[in-house]
């Protein structure tokens, strides 16, 4: 039997220990590969701009890597531990250092081209699926299943150096030189673990409240803005140091303070092979204690990862609907001329792509607040009546609002600020006073989620129809288009033309004040939403990564 014969050999014989160790290999080794296809398409090749969704892949090849390295090495020295007994054996019958070192770098690197031979296969068969979805999050037509010998040259260079390198350090992980220690490695009896109750009861209120503290983050804001604020700061923080105290302490304390009560009741101890069970338990945990502590922060790294990047889309997504509610929406001051051409061009664009659409008119005008007067938001309030709000309200299906002659209600805008918003002066206020006809009104209430853009103004105040009736003709006027379009996701193409369009005319304008202000959901929702999908895309993949790493 020749020495490679012998590697061969070890391999085989310890498989069942190797599986998973060659399982996670293969699978992050097919992660990098499917991204590399991606990355080497010819399609991308086209384009003069790395774009961003291949730099998200290419920072993910290098996380992948260090990841696989740090991976590698512990896993190697966890089994090379459990083998001490085998090398010992050896090193009776005569192998040399030097010979047992070149040993365990054959097996290792056998390993390693054999996770990446059926990862890089793995990775070609699953290229075709990850194409398919990162064409759709792209919209980049054409990207074919292609021969991606770039991509072949690429991971078997990045991963058989990786191999080679862990390979070469492994040896250094043997550290008992006389065969004696070797072949008694498992013979010494494992010392009892004594548990405090202090450090168990310190653990257990770590690990809850760290869970507790992420699982309400609603109940915390509520109690008070600047309760809010401090949970919202403290949170980056405090939550990831609370759950890593108390896993650990969970499982090198808290555990076998539960077997030891489980002990001490001793009908319960006797009975059955209850007795075996809870001393082996306590033996395997006392055996594993750092390597359970790994696999419990890994999982927890890897579902709060899928968690957050999936949550953060669908905020995204919110967000876009408040910063405007309609698909388009154009506000056009009275000194504006192109609104008959903008708008006919926007109606023949929608009916020629057979977009349905409903355009809802409503008034505004600048309202100037007596307590806003010498600040810079002064002319940056509005105010539309009841009837033409609720308008707009009912075809978004939104709450309506009504008030007497003598409320208002006032509608945030870029005055919102989700966390420091009770801080503002403004939201304070029980009473308003319009400078433009010197009338004081109670205010009913605040709105955050409303109909008008969040970026048209600082606020708009929703006031009866008789007020605005009563506004003198010197009041600014603004008419507001707004556009209702069935199956408005489709139409980002239309509306970012269309905002290009009025940004051209406008600039080429040599009206000084403000002509026009137009907004659109479309667009924005189509590029934030490619975004956040490539990010949940391979956030999840970097998620099972270290999910099947930690298994």
Not at 89 to 115: A, D
């Amino acid at each position: 039997m020749t020495f490679w014969q012998f590697a061969f050999k070890n391999v085989t014989r310890n498989s069942r220990a190797y599986f998973a160790y060659f399982v996670s290999s293969s699978f992050s080794i097919a992660v990098f590969f499917s991204f590399a296809v991606y990355l080497f398409h010819p399609k991308l090749q086209n384009f003069g701009i790395v774009s961003e969704i291949s730099g998200l892949m290419i920072f993910s090849e290098v996380v992948i890597v260090f990841f696989s390295f740090f991976f590698l090495l512990y896993s190697i020295g966890t089994f090379l531990k459990v083998r001490k007994k085998q090398f010992g054996v050896l090193t009776v019958l005569g192998i040399s250092r030097k010979q047992l070192h070149r040993l365990v770098f054959m097996e290792n690197m056998l390993i390693g081209i054999l996770s990446i031979f059926f990862g890089m296969q793995f990775g070609l068969v699953f290229s075709q699926f990850f194409l398919l979805v990162t064409a759709k999050i792209t919209h980049v037509p054409g990207i074919y299943l292609y021969l991606p010998i770039n991509a072949f040259i690429l991971t078997t260079i990045v991963f058989l150096s990786l191999f080679i390198i862990v390979s070469a350090l492994t040896p250094m992980l043997i550290r008992t030189k006389k065969a004696v220690h070797l072949l008694k490695i498992n013979v010494g009896k494992q010392k009892e673990r004594k548990p405090s109750v202090l450090i168990s009861l310190f653990g257990a209120i770590c690990l809850f409240g760290g869970y507790a503290l992420a699982g309400n983050p609603k109940y915390f804001a509520s109690v008070s803005p600047q309760i809010g604020i401090i949970y919202m700061v403290s949170s980056i923080f405090v939550i990831p140091t609370l759950v890593t105290i108390g896993t650990y302490f969970f499982f090198s304390q808290i555990s076998f303070l539960l077997i030891y009560i489980l002990k001490t009741r001793r009908k319960f101890y006797m009975k059955r092979i209850n007795m075996l069970w809870i001393s082996d338990l306590a033996s395997r945990i006392r055996a594993n204690i750092n390597m359970l502590f790994i696999v419990a922060m890994l999982s927890t790294i890897a579902f709060t990862m899928i968690t957050f990047l999936y949550g953060f889309g669908k905020f995204i997504k919110l967000e876009v609907n408040r910063t405007s509610p309609f698909p388009i929406s154009y506000f056009s001051y009275d000194a504006n001329p192109f609104v008959t051409e903008h708008l006919n061009w926007l109606e023949q664009q929608l009916q020629k792509e057979h977009f349905p659409y409903e355009k809802i008119k409503a008034d505004i005008y600048e309202t100037p607040l007596e307590e806003d007067k010498g600040i810079a938001i002064y002319n940056d309030v509005y105010a539309i009546k009841q009837s033409d709000y609720n308008k707009l309200a009912d075809s978004l299906r939104m709450k309506q609002l009504f008030m007497n002659d003598n409320e208002a209600y006032v509608l945030t805008g870029t005055s919102y600020i989700t966390i420091f918003n009770e801080f503002e002066q403004s939201y304070k206020r029980d009473y308003i006073t319009l400078s433009s006809i010197n009338t004081k009104l109670r205010v009913k209430g605040y709105e955050h989620v409303n109909a008008i853009p969040s970026g048209f103004a600082y606020q708009t105040i929703v006031l009866p129809d008789i007020i605005v009736s009563n506004f003198p003709n010197t009041v600014k006027h603004i008419s507001a288009y707004n556009y209702k379009v069935q199956n408005w996701e489709q139409t980002y193409k239309i509306a970012d033309t269309f905002i290009e369009k009025v940004q051209k005319d406008r600039n080429k304008s040599q009206y000084e004040g403000p002509l026009i202000r137009s907004f659109e959901s479309a667009g924005s929702l189509y590029r934030i939403t490619s975004g956040s999908a490539a990010y949940f895309l391979i956030g999840t993949f970097l998620g099972v990564i270290f999910f099947i790493g930690a298994g």
